[in-house]
């Protein structure tokens, strides 16, 4: 694990998070924003251990440190363009949240709804994560309210959860494929609405009537979520099997 | 820094801790616990820019993701016996913030009161932070209030924290050695008495009559702290030089 001549440390994935999440576009900005989107956590056989989850079903949330590890090793720059600012205004990667830092390593506070025990070990069902699907899990902690929350906290250049002025419509096609897949993917109304209500675009892109009929698209679960935006509102066309 | 085949992931130190906490022992066991805690953060030359901390003034806490240095690799077991338990139940190591874990990796929320621009970097001055000195830091982010505090979060078997009902006195001759010291180190005895509160005797100590005459000692910036403890209460006796 530790090398003391060369000054650095290597780690072992314990677990992979299997989420709705399949490619970085779309994925909410910090965990929560998308409180019920689903996922859940698998250990690798190693950790795959009942007694390493004993009274973890106590604590509503946990912390999940991970890695991006769709981040490309020195792809960071000492200073990001946070999508809160527009996209157009710097801050220092230590004042970020963002995916490519120095060392590409995430941290992200997630309900736990359930732990199912099974053949290969303890799964962890949870809600919430901000999570790219896949993503190689380095610790699991519990999340301690009396030390974790820090009621006189000041949030710098982001005080507040981006609030949401979009108006998301369903065409009648989308609707249509959303109640089918509600069977094995319940709440997926909610969902799809609040993936939308993040305004998943690019920070920087250009909102003028010449880009008024893109078409946007990512992949939730199986499928590629199609919709065009006009201003705050959204219409949403279609869920095309990938 | 990703190793696809061993699946394994290695990350460099961005910067060191410089603590009073000189010990495992005395540590508190999170952070904020002992909140007049001072210590500061020197960047590793190579990630020591101003650019990479512009704007980070502006957030009350940061979070430090180190490494837990002095665990040993393969230290750890499924189970742990958390001191919040009296030492006597175990719990899963997922369910615990103990240091001894699959990947050792720590993560504290601590008071950002000042950033300081040297020749060598800014250097970041905390307060609370449980960590050892010469922690290597692996990341350092905002603490964002919005989404970092989870209002409706339950605490599993950590519901609160660690009360103290510990009295603790000064004798005369530890007190005449804090206001000395309190020329360098303003709210020594502040700082003294929060240790203290936490207990950080070991949890499965013996309390029996025969160790109420035992001497504890714990070294906090350059001096061994001496007390003695009887009960609820306790007796610094000294600061001695190491």
């Given at each position: 694990m530790i090398s003391d001549e060369t000054m650095t440390y290597t780690f072992t994935p314990i677990a992979r998070i299997h989420s709705c999440f399949k490619e970085k576009f779309g994925i909410p900005r910090q965990p929560n924003?998308?409180?019920?989107?689903?996922?859940?956590?698998?250990?690798?056989?190693?950790?795959?251990s009942p007694e390493a989850v004993r009274e973890?079903?106590?604590?509503?949330?946990?912390?999940?440190?991970?890695?991006?590890?769709?981040?490309?090793?020195?792809?960071?720059?000492?200073?990001?363009?946070p999508p809160r600012l527009g996209g157009n205004?710097?801050?220092g990667v230590f004042a970020s949240r963002s995916p490519f830092?120095?060392?590409?390593?995430?941290?992200s506070?997630?309900?736990?709804?359930?732990?199912?025990?099974?053949?290969?070990?303890?799964?962890?069902?949870?809600k919430g994560a901000d999570i790219l699907d896949q993503t190689p899990i380095l610790d699991i902690k519990p999340y301690l309210p009396y030390s974790d929350i820090i009621q006189d906290s000041v949030g710098g250049f982001a005080p507040k959860a981006p609030g949401?002025?979009?108006?998301?419509?369903?065409?009648?096609?989308a609707l249509a494929q959303c109640r089918e897949r509600e069977k094995e993917i319940p709440g997926l109304i909610t969902l799809i609405t609040q993936v939308l209500e993040q305004d998943p675009r690019p920070?920087?892109?250009?909102?003028?009537?010449?880009?008024?009929h893109k078409i946007f698209g990512i992949r939730l679960f199986d499928f590629d979520l199609k919709w065009t935006q006009k201003g705050r509102a959204i219409h949403v066309i279609s869920l095309d099997p990938v």
């Amino acid at each position: 694990m530790i090398s003391d001549e060369t000054m650095t440390y290597t780690f072992t994935p314990i677990a992979r998070i299997h989420s709705c999440f399949k490619e970085k576009f779309g994925i909410p900005r910090q965990p929560n924003l998308v409180k019920d989107a689903p996922s859940f956590l698998v250990f690798e056989p190693e950790f795959a251990s009942p007694e390493a989850v004993r009274e973890l079903q106590g604590f509503s949330h946990i912390w999940l440190v991970f890695v991006f590890h769709r981040s490309k090793p020195g792809q960071w720059q000492p200073m990001v363009r946070p999508p809160r600012l527009g996209g157009n205004k710097k801050v220092g990667v230590f004042a970020s949240r963002s995916p490519f830092r120095p060392n590409p390593l995430g941290m992200s506070a997630v309900r736990l709804t359930s732990i199912e025990q099974t053949d290969q070990g303890p799964v962890l069902h949870l809600k919430g994560a901000d999570i790219l699907d896949q993503t190689p899990i380095l610790d699991i902690k519990p999340y301690l309210p009396y030390s974790d929350i820090i009621q006189d906290s000041v949030g710098g250049f982001a005080p507040k959860a981006p609030g949401s002025d979009l108006c998301i419509e369903f065409s009648s096609q989308a609707l249509a494929q959303c109640r089918e897949r509600e069977k094995e993917i319940p709440g997926l109304i909610t969902l799809i609405t609040q993936v939308l209500e993040q305004d998943p675009r690019p920070a920087y892109y250009d909102e003028s009537p010449k880009n008024s009929h893109k078409i946007f698209g990512i992949r939730l679960f199986d499928f590629d979520l199609k919709w065009t935006q006009k201003g705050r509102a959204i219409h949403v066309i279609s869920l095309d099997p990938v």
